[in-house]
């Protein structure tokens, strides 16, 4: 029995690093009230948005109002009702539920209509539309090879790819309120190995000299006085919710599309790198190692998710973002937007 618990135990802790698909074989998606009835279960729930969006769960928010019906389902049986899986549900509320294993109704779809937007989308898919609008369609390839179809080869892998997410990794990390000296990068990094927070192989992927070189720029130092105020905050997701004029309205400039208070609600999702606050409002910071020589490129590529970043952190805190600033690993400098 000790041993079934210990394999059960390491599956789990190996299926936290893999998308549920992955792991477990099954796409994830989960649709929660986007106005709570208890603020702090609110809290809570937002708290693990994060983790859960970094391993692939799809996380969709009502927004018209409070939801309270709990629908289960997957390709044997499905449970809709109200009730929750616990003493009070079952016995003191009498809720009730529906469990069916009807194929008919389980396999049932409405119609699909054609449609010029989706309900939902992220942050990286409107990201590339702006590249697509910035430069010529054949002057850019907005899917890297190893994305495509028929890439499945370790050769056909983007290098340049690979060493940003483990650049992005390495900042997700990082301790900007202890690093100091000229050591503090590459003690910071054993430390990550050493805690399993990235693999060796990843680590010798960092280009240690742009990141000593980051750690003596003004950026770097506003953010490590903020971090020691406990004012920096990393890799935070968000879902906010726009009209379709105000979301797309940049990339079908010839189409008429629904705005006001009686369109639609689309969802936006993402995950902002790092964002900071000082007296005279948020600071919102993106990093990029795209291989550019000029800052308007990344200008071009990213001010609308910079926009989106700003726009989801003043929704969230009431409060103005002073600065957009993205940080260039191959400028070796911030460019402020």
């Given amino acids: 029995m000790a041993d079934d618990f210990e394999r059960m135990a390491t599956s789990l802790q190996a299926s936290r690093h893999r998308r549920p698909r992955d792991a477990f074989g099954v796409d994830v998606k989960l649709i929660l009230p986007g106005i709570p009835d208890k603020k702090r279960v609110k809290h809570i729930t937002e708290y693990h948005y994060g983790e859960l969006i ?3 769960v799809e996380i969709y928010e009502y927004t018209p109002g409070f ?4 629908v289960i389902f997957n390709e ?3 449970v809709v009702g109200t009730i929750n899986m616990d003493f009070r549900s079952f016995y003191l509320h009498y809720e009730m539920g529906v469990w ?6 389980l396999e049932f779809s409405y119609p699909k209509a054609e449609m010029l937007f989706k309900a939902k989308y992220s942050v990286s898919e409107l990201k ?3 590249m697509e609008a910035y430069y010529d369609s054949d002057t850019i390839q907005v899917i890297p090879d190893f994305a495509g179809e028929g890439k499945a080869d370790k050769g056909d892998v983007n290098t340049g790819a690979v060493k940003g997410t483990a650049m992005h990794l390495f900042m997700e990390h990082f301790d900007f309120a202890s690093a100091q000296g000229e050591s503090a990068v590459d003690e910071q990094i054993e430390l990550m190995v050493e805690r399993g927070h990235m693999t060796e192989e990843q680590a010798g992927l960092l280009d240690r000299e742009k990141i000593k070189t980051f750690t003596t720029t003004e950026l770097f130092g506003r953010m490590a006085r903020a971090a020691g105020r406990g004012l920096l905050f990393v890799e935070q997701p968000f879902v906010m919710g726009d009209h379709p004029d105000e979301l797309l309205g940049d990339y079908y400039p010839d ?6 208070d009686g369109s639609p609600m689309l969802l936006v999702q993402g995950i902002i790198d790092a964002f900071f606050v000082e007296d005279d409002g948020i600071v919102v910071v993106d990093y990029k190692t795209d291989r550019v020589k000029k800052a308007e490129e990344l200008i071009g590529r990213y001010k609308k998710q910079m ?3 700003a726009d989801a952190l003043h929704r969230g805190f009431g409060k103005k973002v002073s600065q957009r600033i ?3 690993f191959a400028l070796d400098d911030e460019v402020i937007l």
């Fill in 255 to 260: 189409r008429s599309l629904p705005s006001g």
């Fill in 76 to 78: 044997f049986s499905s």
């Fill in 307 to 309: 926009e989106l970043y």
């Fill in 54 to 56: 970094r391993h692939g």
């Fill in 128 to 130: 590339h539309k702006s």
């Fill in 326 to 328: 993205i940080y260039s």
């Fill in 67 to 70: 939801i309270h019906q709990k």
């Fill in 100 to 105: 069916s294993r009807d194929e008919e109704l």
